[in-house]
């Protein structure tokens, strides 16, 4: 798991930016031009853009940051002292039950 400068922070980066992109001027622009829409929110956040590209294409294409958010609280609980190959083993089986399972199968415990 990729430790993070800054969690809070981050999270109040991606708040922020979701704030200045639902504003009817942001909207408007993306009615308009979808690269204006991308170029415009850069310019305001470009060193997030730069930092975190991945988070904040996802954030620009208005997908759903609820697996991050989960991501993030995890490596909040390792930062408290919980068990990092616990939290670890947490999100890969959560991950796998959202993506891998519903292909291969769940494995049978034994």
Avoid: C, H, W
Avoid at 27 to 40: A, D, H, M, P, R
């Amino acid at each position: 798991m990729t430790e993070f400068k800054d969690i809070d922070k981050i999270k109040e980066n991606i708040n922020m930016i979701i704030k200045i992109r639902d504003t009817n001027n942001i909207q408007n622009i993306k009615k308009y031009s979808i690269e204006k829409y991308k170029q415009t929110i850069t310019t305001i956040f470009p060193t997030f853009a730069e930092e975190y590209a991945t988070i904040f294409k996802l954030i620009l294409d208005n997908e759903d940051l609820s697996k991050l958010y989960y991501m993030f609280n995890s490596i909040n609980q390792i930062k408290k002292g919980k068990n990092k190959d616990k939290v670890e083993k947490e999100v890969g089986e959560m991950l796998a039950e959202e993506y891998l399972y519903p292909i291969v199968g769940k494995p049978d415990k034994k």
